[in-house]
């Protein structure tokens, strides 16, 4: 089993920054992908963001494409989501996930195994 706990998340307003941690413990294997994903209220989950197992590939949804930025410190077991020029309608809880994806399966939640309990992510205008 892996658990997966997201942290930095909070209350920001448009145009501001916050940087999320997930840390990853109990069967940990560096050799898989994470993920971000975020859900809004009455919307279904979506991708965000993931990143290879040893970061050499990233991939963005459009809407956060040059806002948002997605690494992992595999020595750490944490995974990061650095958003900058945040908008209110990036309003949601953030999940992170991890999973043995490929590429072609990063922008689907029944392609990870492991889902943290998500951190709400609020951005005021």
């Known amino acids: 089993q892996v658990q997966l706990v997201e942290s930095g998340g909070g209350l920001v307003q448009a145009g501001g920054s916050l940087r999320l941690s997930c840390a990853a413990s109990?069967?940990?294997?560096?050799?898989?992908?994470m993920g971000w994903f975020r859900q809004a209220p009455g919307k279904e989950r979506e991708f965000v963001a993931a990143i290879s197992w040893n970061g050499g590939s990233t991939y963005y949804t459009d809407s956060v494409k040059g806002r948002f930025t997605i690494s992992r410190d595999n020595a750490k077991n944490e995974v990061y989501l650095q958003m900058n020029s945040l908008k209110p309608e990036d309003t949601a809880v953030y999940y992170c996930?991890?999973?043995?994806?490929?590429?072609?399966?990063?922008?689907?939640?029944?392609?990870?195994?492991?889902w943290g309990q998500g951190t709400q992510v609020t951005v005021s205008s």
């Open positions: 109990g069967r940990t294997s560096s050799n898989r992908a």
């Open positions: 996930a991890e999973g043995g994806v490929t590429a072609g399966g990063v922008t689907r939640t029944g392609s990870y195994d492991y």
